[in-house]
Nanobody
Framework: QVQFVESGGGSVQSGGSLRLSCAAA????????IGWFRQAPGKEREGVAC?????GSTIYADSRFSMSRDNTKKTMYLDMNSLKPEDTAVYYC???????????????????WGPGTQVTVSS
């Protein structure tokens, strides 16, 4: 059974940093493009970072974010710096089942969404 579980969220002040983790079970991370998404109250879910299975290349919606993976631990990481109140959201990870090259614009291609982890940034 494929499962993702996100962790590492919390409350930080504006300008702070957080590292989110996404632990995977039931699949090999380097076989799938993996994406990080977020959803703020009243807004649609949006992509923030992804890593391709094909070559490990990454795409970011914001240069303050950095994504990495540890295949031996089956864990993805999202490092977020210079956080702003508008980064407040629930953050999710998911696997793209339709392509090995990642994209942030086709969230319907992603599956195995985890329960998410809350990030709250105060001013």
């Amino acid at each position: 059974q494929v499962q993702f579980v996100e962790s590492g969220g919390g409350s930080v002040q504006s300008g702070g940093s957080l590292r989110l983790s996404c632990a995977a079970a039931g699949l090999n991370l380097d076989d799938y493009a993996i994406g990080w998404f977020r959803q703020a109250p009243g807004k649609e879910r949006e992509g923030v970072a992804c890593i391709s299975a094909s070559d490990g290349s990454t795409i970011y919606a914001d240069s303050r974010f950095s994504m990495s993976r540890d295949n031996t631990k089956k864990t993805m990481y999202l490092d977020m710096n210079s956080l702003k109140p508008e980064d407040t959201a629930v953050y999710y990870c998911a696997a793209n089942l339709m392509r090995r090259r990642c994209t942030l614009s086709s969230k319907h291609e992603y599956a195995y969404w985890g329960p998410g982890t809350q990030v709250t940034v105060s001013s």
